[in-house]
């Protein structure tokens, strides 16, 4: 089963730009969908970004359109959330999942078993 790591959080005024990172262990990530995810305090977890196994097929929920990029780097088993243009209501813990589909991004009963520490993102002048 594939495992997850997510890094690359932190504080970063209104305005600002954060580069996360999801690391894969356990199987190549050549052929998987990921989706990045996020939970603000109080609130459920939402889909934010998916890519799927090729990188021209992304889906973007509308708060991040125009602002965060998906990527992956198979060789690399990683795929990146670059983040700009960062607003308050941004804040949460940040957090990767392999997905059946991009589109399980806007599925909001949408159930993951795997889980990882995330990563803080903090967004504060």
């Known amino acids: 089963q594939v495992q997850f790591v997510e890094s690359g959080g932190g504080l970063v005024q209104p305005g600002g730009s954060l580069r996360l990172s999801c690391v894969a262990s356990?199987?190549?990530?050549?052929?998987?969908?990921i989706g990045w995810f996020r939970q603000a305090p109080g609130k459920g977890r939402e889909g934010v970004s998916c890519?799927?196994?090729?990188?021209?097929?992304?889906y973007y929920t509308e708060a991040v359109k125009g602002r965060f990029t998906i990527s992956r780097d198979n060789a690399k088993n990683t795929v990146y959330l670059q983040m700009n243009s960062l607003k308050p209501g941004d804040t949460a813990i940040y957090y990767c999942?392999?997905?059946?589909?991009?589109?399980?991004?806007?599925?909001?009963?949408?159930?993951?078993?795997?889980w990882g520490q995330g990563t803080q993102v903090t967004v504060s002048s």
């Open positions: 356990g199987l190549p990530l050549d052929y998987l969908a």
């Open positions: 890519i799927g196994s090729s990188q021209d097929i992304t």
């Open positions: 999942a392999e997905v059946s589909s991009i589109f399980k991004c806007r599925d909001k009963n949408f159930a993951y078993n795997q």
